[in-house]
């Protein structure tokens, strides 16, 4: 859409957080909710997103703000379906799905993706199982319904930041590692991105390929950065 305004500012902090405004209008969600976000420094970074809009806003350019906007509509509508939606990640989790071969993959596999699953385990206390093949496994209940819970502890803003990394890397495990600092977002991309790598190094990336993987790279530190930010007060 066109640019509508001209000068774009961060209000004094409200109640429920501080509010980016334009013209003196605050900024609203697609459910026309007011866009208010917890902290000063994640107020000041969606507001630079506003303001280095050209004559035409991208939507696809305000990567934090579409974040926020998710935590407060999507996540605040209905926060049980959404997190249902980020905990049925575990049910099929990228690093629980092994190849049988080549013997190199294997090992990358293995060696990328089984401290990851230990770091689950010592941290929340669950052992999601892994296979061979692309074969449904069934994750025991219990397993399942902690990670539910686990995913149930977050803020609605780092649940939204949650729906955005499991989307991106295909792993639950892989998110919350990230949520919880474990590993950055070019690790997450590394560890979620392994087969496709693997692959290129054999055949070569093709343009489309790489242009998808460029977008998953870019949720992924997306998702870092607005944790950072949020966190940041």
């Known amino acids: 859409m066109k640019r509508f305004y001209k000068e ?12 980016i405004e334009l013209d003196g209008r605050p900024v609203r969600t697609p459910l ?17 997103e506003w303001s280095a809009q ?6 696809d350019s305000m990567p934090l703000t579409r974040i926020a906007a998710t935590a407060l509509d ?11 939606q980020v905990a049925a990640y575990a049910e099929t989790d990228l690093v629980c799905y092994r190849a049988p071969s080549p013997s190199e ?26 296979t061979e093949g692309v074969t449904p496994l069934d ?25 955005v990394a499991t989307s991106a890397s295909g792993s639950l495990v892989v998110a919350l590692a990230l949520a919880h600092a474990h590993i950055d977002a070019g690790q997450a991309f590394e560890v979620s991105q392994l087969d496709e790598t693997f692959q290129s190094e054999l ?5 489309e390929a790489e242009r998808k993987r460029e977008i998953l790279k870019a949720d992924l530190e997306t998702s870092a950065a607005f944790l950072e930010l949020l966190r940041a007060g």
């Open 105 to 130: 993959l294997v090992l990358r596999q293995s060696t990328a993706w089984e401290p990851l699953l230990d770091w689950a385990h010592r941290t929340f206390g669950v052992r999601l199982a892994a």
């Open 203 to 207: 055949w070569g990336m093709d343009p």
């Open 32 to 48: 026309r909710k007011p866009l208010l976000v917890p902290g000063a420094r994640l107020a000041d970074a969606v507001a630079g």
């Open 74 to 84: 999507r996540v605040g509508e209905d926060p049980d379906g959404y997190v249902g």
């Open 8 to 19: 774009v500012a961060v209000a004094d902090r409200q109640p429920d957080g501080f509010a």
């Open 139 to 163: 994750q025991e209940p219990e397993t399942l319904a902690r990670l539910r819970d686990v995913v149930a502890s977050h803020d609605p803003f780092e649940l939204a930041v949650l729906g």
């Open 54 to 59: 050209g004559e035409t806003i991208e939507l």
